[in-house]
């Protein structure tokens, strides 16, 4: 079977996001509307045309320079980079439009929870289960156009050296899994939230969930990982909706390219 290559692209990025459930659901506020300027005496008018002028070349500068909705579109064919979703592909599949969030080039260190044995569950995308075995790891996130937490999509594409660490990997994933229906998550900034678990697909190649987070207005991270030769992925879609659909298409999706 194909499998990804070991190689990555690019420098290493330090580690900056979290599994979705590390954190309690708290959508942001809309902005406050700005209030209209103050009416200036009339020798303040040389410095507020300067100041114009700057401003519209700042902004032709800006409008010129290429954007990114995900990860480099100039990649070496492959890669783990190669494997996840752009923006664009991800909001095309879930109907609404999402932008970049958060990446990381390694997973983070695995995450606190109060009930023993509940580590991978709290963390599945965490050292918990990725470890320090792998050889390419990448994980994305991105959010709501608004930004105001009505929908996370996140991603992580790793590949081990052989078939027998990518197995071993994907055992601790499924039987952590197992040994855990809920528990309580400490976030990075000493927040503690409630969640359940609950598992759905089970197979000697697939993986699917829900963690569940108590008294947060039906917010849910749907979960799905698979293994494919050297390749275990993962996605999470988090809203307060049914993300089921969404996950299983971004996963059909990242599953095919990761095998080649």
């Excluded at 790891?137 to 929908?151: E, M």
């Excluded at 994933?173 to 598992?199: E, I, N, P």
């Excluded at 197979?203 to 008294?215: E, I, N, R, V």
Aim: charged share 15%; with cysteine; net charge positive.
């Amino acid at each position: 079977m194909p499998t990804m290559s070991l190689n990555t692209v690019g420098p290493a990025v330090p580690p900056q996001t979290h599994d979705p459930e590390s954190q309690p659901h708290q959508p942001q506020q809309p902005a406050a509307v700005p209030q209209p300027p103050r009416t200036r005496p009339g020798w303040l008018l040389p410095t507020v045309v300067v100041s114009c002028a700057v401003a519209i070349a700042a902004a032709v500068v800006w409008l010129a320079w290429p954007s990114s909705s995900g990860p480099s579109r100039h990649l070496v064919a492959g890669t783990v980079q190669t494997t996840v979703l752009s923006a664009d592909e991800v909001s095309k599949l879930a109907g609404t439009t999402v932008v970049s969030a958060a990446s990381a080039s390694a997973p983070p260190p695995a995450l606190n929870a109060d009930q023993a044995g509940c580590a991978v569950a709290v963390g599945p995308a965490t050292q918990a289960v990725y470890g320090h075995d792998w050889t390419g790891f990448l994980s994305v996130t991105y959010q709501d156009v608004a930004r105001k937490g009505s929908i996370t999509v996140t991603q992580v594409a790793a590949v081990f050296p052989n078939t027998d660490k990518a197995g071993a990997a994907f055992k601790t994933l499924s039987d952590g899994l197992k040994g855990c229906k809920s528990a309580s998550v400490t976030d990075r900034g000493g927040r503690a939230t409630q969640w359940h678990y609950k598992l759905g697909t089970q197979d000697a190649a697939a993986l699917g969930w829900t963690a569940t987070q108590d008294a947060g207005g039906g917010w849910a991270c749907h979960r799905q990982a698979r293994l494919t030769g050297t390749s275990l992925v993962q996605v999470a879609v988090c809203d307060a909706g049914s993300g089921d659909a969404i996950a299983s298409a971004v996963t059909d999706r990242i599953t095919a390219r990761a095998k080649g």
